[in-house]
């Protein structure tokens, strides 16, 4: 009796050792490497919000990056993907939880890249036709899978201020639905007390867009998730920008994702 209970216990601390404290190990020691200078090189011609960061907050991007990259699988599906592929993916993830250290998509276990824009059954083709969807996280059968196009990925970052990135959009929408709810109020964020304010928000700024001609992408007025996914794009893309057209809203994003992206232009 006593044997098998030794070896009971031998075992549970075997499994123990080999599924977590090794790969927790492993993970600790990658993450004590230097930053590989190529990396680093692609991050400063590619994204503009790495660019801007102080030294210190650069070292801490490359070193969530890492881990990132450690954590999730990123696949190229009929496309061949480079490490800049890669720092794009997890460069989008990364920006909008920037201040929200402890958390890294609990759900996410895949990001696919696709050889360009795609329709609702994910069928993508070499026939010059042009698909509507451009990125977009999985359900179903597809859950903890998101799905980008590679060329629109690599354009959203192409070293230039404009309001688009499709990467920000669905990460955004990933860090929208963790609370269980796709709704644009992405509770993980930010305090109950501050729902209220923002709905109000968010509709005061659809009725403008209703009304008259914005600069916002019309895709917002889809819906609350969407206005969110949007209006981030823009908040993190052109920041300065968006202050100045619309500072109210401005304002509330920097309280949603308790950074101001303003500060690092
Ligand atoms: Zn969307």
């Known amino acids: 009796m006593t044997y098998v209970l030794v070896f009971i216990f031998l075992t549970a601390m ?4 080999r599924n977590v404290i090794k790969p927790s190990r492993i993970r600790h020691e990658q993450l004590k490497k230097p930053f590989p200078p ?8 590619r994204v503009r919000y790495y660019e801007h960061l102080s030294e210190d907050r ?17 696949t190229g599906v009929d496309t061949k993907i480079s490490d800049t592929d890669k720092l794009l993916v997890a460069s989008s993830a990364l920006i909008p939880l920037f201040a929200f250290p402890y958390y890294n998509y609990p759900r996410v276990k895949e990001i696919l890249l696709y050889p360009g824009s795609f329709d609702e059954n994910f069928q993508t083709d070499n026939s010059g036709q042009e698909h509507n969807i451009l990125g ?11 799905i980008l196009s590679r060329p ?18 669905e990460f955004v929408h990933l860090i ?3 609370d269980g709810e796709t709704d644009g109020i992405p509770e993980i964020l930010f305090q109950h007390s501050f729902v209220f304010p923002w709905l109000k928000e968010i509709k005061k700024e ?7 001609p914005s600069d916002i992408n019309p895709y917002a007025l889809t819906n609350n998730a969407e206005f969110l996914a949007v209006v981030a794009e823009y908040f993190f893309d052109n920041p300065e920008k968006l202050k100045s057209h619309h500072p109210g809203l401005y304002k509330d994003l920097v309280k949603i994702f308790s950074q101001n992206p303003e500060e690092y232009v």
């Open 14 to 17: 075997y499994a123990l050792y």
């Open 38 to 45: 190529a990396y680093r090189t692609i991050l400063e011609k």
């Open 58 to 74: 650069k070292k801490e991007f490359e070193k969530r990056i890492l881990y990132f990259l450690m954590e999730k699988n990123i």
């Open 136 to 146: 977009m996280v999985g359900n179903r059968f597809m859950t903890g899978t998101v």
């Open 152 to 169: 629109d990925l690599e354009a959203s970052f192409d070293g230039r201020r404009h309001k688009n990135n499709v990467g920000i959009h």
């Open 176 to 178: 929208d639905d963790a």
């Open 206 to 212: 659809m009725e403008k867009m209703e009304k008259a």
